[in-house]
């Protein structure tokens, strides 16, 4: 079936570095967001992307949707403790059970 | 508003027995879904709803049965429990198909 990659897997970063993470398939979507996820609860929305080429900021949060429509992007900039957690990029065919989430991509911020 | 709760936390069972996981929304969302994600991996749909007596399957519907009697609710039934079932599973509505809000899970094992 269809599947999405995020890239890393997972990351140790300081605090106040930047991160940077992507999410490719080999599909188009029409629609890309992205998730967090904090231990224990479920995914919140973090940025959704409905264009082609679309940059959209969220705070520190800053998400791309690929110009190719087959991948996005995810910076973190300054990142802070609070930011721990696992980010989920998915993707939509406006299809309603066509949402694919990805692996998702765990981040870890050391003080 | 609620959002999206969920009813149990917890819930330990045995092989063989059966229960329902309860949804519920005060969001006036016409979508629902439920996921179950095991440990350190993605979502997987396994059923969802694009309205009041409309349900569907998903990736993973195998074991699980739902009903959407009303907007608000979305009950997930598990029959014949196996341990294969042990994992954690989540609720979540949308108006639109990709921003899907989330409930905060209903964590099983089955022994």
């Known amino acids: 079936g269809q599947q999405l990659n995020q890239s890393p897997q997972s990351m140790f970063i300081q605090e106040g570095e930047d991160v940077s993470m992507n999410c490719t398939s080999s599909s188009i979507f029409n629609t890309w967001l992205w998730y967090k996820q904090d231990p224990g609860e479920g995914p919140v929305l973090l940025i959704a992307l409905y264009k082609a080429g679309e940059l959209t900021s969220n705070g520190r949060l800053t998400a791309q949707f690929g110009i190719t429509r087959k991948d996005s992007f995810l910076n973190i900039s300054a990142s802070i403790p609070s930011d721990v957690g696992i980010y989920f990029c998915?993707?939509?065919?406006?299809?309603?059970?066509?949402?694919?989430f990805g692996p998702g991509t765990s981040l870890s911020v050391i003080p | 508003n609620a959002g999206v709760t969920q009813t149990p936390k917890f819930r330990i069972l045995k092989i063989g027995q059966s229960m329902t996981l309860q949804c519920a929304q005060d969001m006036n969302h016409n979508y629902m879904y439920w996921y179950r994600q095991d440990p350190g991996m993605g979502l997987k749909l396994i059923y969802y709803s694009v309205g009041a007596g409309i349900t569907d399957k998903g990736e993973v519907p195998n074991g699980y049965n739902v009903s959407r009697s009303t907007t608000e609710d979305f009950p997930l039934r598990l029959e014949l429990a196996a341990p294969s079932q042990t994992s954690v599973y989540f609720c979540?509505?949308?108006?639109?198909?990709?921003?899907?809000?989330f409930g905060p899970g209903t964590r099983l094992t089955v022994t």
């Open positions: 979540a509505s949308s108006s639109n198909i990709g921003e899907q809000y």
């Open positions: 998915a993707g939509d065919k406006t299809s309603y059970d066509k949402v694919i």
